[in-house]
């Protein structure tokens, strides 16, 4: 079946411009993840929904950043006013509902990578 | 602050070699490891996990883990390595039910053939 999807692969934007980057999870995933990777690291994380509702919001990094789910399926991450230091690789991962949230496998998509000039 | 180390960032192994990644975590309560992959020009995709029971889990591909309470270490490894296996490799922790995980720095393997 069809895994996590993720748009656009890249994303080239300049300081200050507002960029939006949109996440489909597996058909049927009740949990959504966000994470930020950058070069040399691991992905850090960002949010994380339970259906619409942002469950864990302690991971962004200030408020630029916004994320949402409005039906409980496709979720779009929004950062404001961008600096050169959001450039990253940007993953959104989905869970089945089922087990406690600390013992789902989570499926990653591909990534956005975003660079800010 | 909770925390997931790994030890060796960029490992260079012939085939047929064997592996050890070393993962160390620092939290308490509830632990769950896991064990990513990614491959050249893939996504991240699970490789094995732990939630409690058997300290020994077995993934795919041959791999398997040992969770060391003890020693907060859950240590990734696999008895014989393929080129194949050229890929990095994540330790991730996620604690209690919030479903966030906490990821180590990630280990470069290159497997020469």
């Known amino acids: 079946g069809a895994g996590v999807s993720q748009t656009p692969s890249n994303k080239v934007t300049e300081k200050g411009k507002y960029v939006e980057l949109r996440c489909d999870p597996i058909?049927?995933?009740?949990?959504l993840y966000w994470y930020r990777q950058s070069l040399g690291q691991g992905p850090e994380f960002l949010i994380y929904f339970q259906g619409t509702g942002a469950a864990d919001d302690s991971g962004l990094p200030n408020d630029r950043f916004f994320a949402v789910r409005p039906e409980g399926s496709v979720s779009t991450l929004k950062i404001q006013r961008t600096e050169r230091g959001d450039s990253a690789v940007y993953l959104c991962?989905?869970?089945?509902?089922?087990?406690?949230?600390?013992?789902?496998?989570?499926?990653f998509g591909p990534g956005t990578r975003l660079l800010v000039l | 602050a909770q925390s997931v180390s790994q030890h060796n960032h960029h490992v260079i192994l012939s085939e047929a070699a064997s592996l050890e990644l070393g993962c160390n975590y620092s939290y308490g309560g509830t632990v769950n490891l896991f064990w990513y992959v990614q491959y050249p020009g893939q996504h991240l995709q699970l490789l094995l996990k732990?939630?409690?029971?058997?300290?020994l889990v077995k993934g795919i591909k041959g791999f398997e883990a040992e969770f060391i309470k003890s020693k907060f270490s859950f240590n990734l490894r696999k008895p014989s390595v393929q080129w194949s296996d050229t890929a990095e490799y994540f330790c991730a922790g996620g604690s209690g039910n919030t479903g966030k995980l906490i990821f180590g720095q990630g280990t470069t393997l290159q497997v020469k053939p």
């Open positions: 732990y939630f409690s029971g058997d300290p």
């Open positions: 058909s049927g995933h009740t949990a």
């Open positions: 991962a989905s869970s089945p509902a089922g087990l406690a949230g600390g013992r789902k496998t989570q499926y």
